[in-house]
């Protein structure tokens, strides 16, 4: 498994930004996919972002496509998410995944994801 570890959780205002940061203790590549999931309060876990890395393709859930964008410093073993204009259903714990299964190419299913952050929240008021 690979170690991740997330920071850059916080509160913000509704139109507000933040920058989420995962290190990984492997080369990001070494993981068929990584990325980010999400859980509110009461709600089940669901995938945000994700890099599959034998393409580089981006895949964005709908409700943050064109707000959030995932990127990576291969040099740093590191991972980003770039939140903009944050809204209050963006609350929620947000998880550093990776997967070394290939299947997470095309599936969000948090299952196929081995590795897991601890989190970090992320609180957006109105």
């Known amino acids: 498994q690979v170690q991740l570890v997330e920071s850059g959780g916080g509160s913000v205002q509704a139109g507000g930004s933040l920058r989420l940061s995962c290190t990984a203790s492997t080369n990001t590549y070494d993981s068929d996919c990584i990325g980010w999931f999400r859980q509110a309060p009461g709600a089940e876990r669901e995938g945000v972002a994700r890099?599959?890395?034998?393409?580089?393709?981006?895949y964005y859930a709908n409700s943050v496509k064109g707000r959030f964008f995932i990127s990576r410093d291969t040099a740093k073993n590191t991972v980003f998410l770039q939140m903009n204009n944050l809204k209050p259903e963006d609350t929620g714990v947000y998880y550093c995944?990776?997967?070394?299964?290939?299947?997470?190419?095309?599936?969000?299913?948090?299952?196929?994801?081995?590795?897991w952050g601890q989190g970090t929240q992320v609180t957006v008021s109105s």
């Open positions: 995944a990776a997967s070394r299964d290939a299947r997470c190419g095309g599936s969000w299913n948090a299952r196929y994801f081995d590795s």
């Open positions: 890099i599959y890395s034998r393409d580089d393709f981006k």
